[in-house]
């Protein structure tokens, strides 16, 4: 009898610790589990207006001001906590970035390429025989040579003096 109630007990606690495993990590998941963010509401929304005669409206020009937002780049900076005044026009904008972009060539099956290798690189490392079966994310092992150690990185433009003013500042004793 009181084997039997051992095996009951190491039973129940092997599914109570399996169970515990489970859960699918956040960042790496496709489904929408939610409403998601309200993309609208970063900005103030003006309120839109009807003029008198809608045939004396301007035509519309792609990415350019309208009647509503006026200064739209200088609104968002604002509402980001910029400060509008440092928008500047003149520089390279729309067409002209994407060709400036260009000027030394462009693969035009540069999707293609790296969608193969991708599922090449994904393919031989795949995670070992129980991960698979299991279905094991193995996503972040098989990147982990590829990611970017953000801290070393800061550190070694901080020692070459770049300034990172979106950082917090190191810890100073004083």
């Known amino acids: 009898m009181r084997g039997a ?14 169970s515990a495993c489970g859960g699918t990590p956040d960042l790496i998941t496709l489904r929408k589990d939610g409403p998601g963010p309200d993309e609208f509401a970063v900005l103030p929304n003006k309120p839109l207006q009807t003029p ?14 309208n009647r509503t ?11 980001l906590g910029g400060r509008a005044s ?10 002209a970035l994407v060709s400036h972009a260009r000027r030394f ?10 969608a193969a290798e991708d599922l090449a690189f994904r ?7 129980l991960e698979r079966v299991l279905n094991v994310t193995t996503y972040y092992n098989a990147y982990r040579g590829q990611s970017l150690d953000q801290y070393a990185e800061l550190e070694r433009f901080r020692r070459a003096g770049v300034r990172t003013p979106a950082v917090p500042p190191p810890n100073v004793e004083q």
Do not use: F
Request: glycine share 16%; aromatic share 2%; net charge negative.
């Open 5 to 18: 109630v051992t095996r009951y007990i190491a039973a129940l606690g092997l599914s109570l610790g399996l």
């Open 52 to 65: 008198a005669n809608l045939n004396a409206l301007p035509p519309p020009t792609p990415g350019g001001a």
């Open 69 to 79: 937002d006026a200064t739209p780049q200088a609104d968002a900076i604002a509402a």
């Open 86 to 95: 440092a928008v500047q026009g003149g520089g390279v904008q729309g067409p």
């Open 105 to 114: 060539g462009v693969d035009s099956s540069i999707r293609q390429t790296l």
């Open 123 to 129: 393919r031989d490392n795949d995670g070992r025989l």
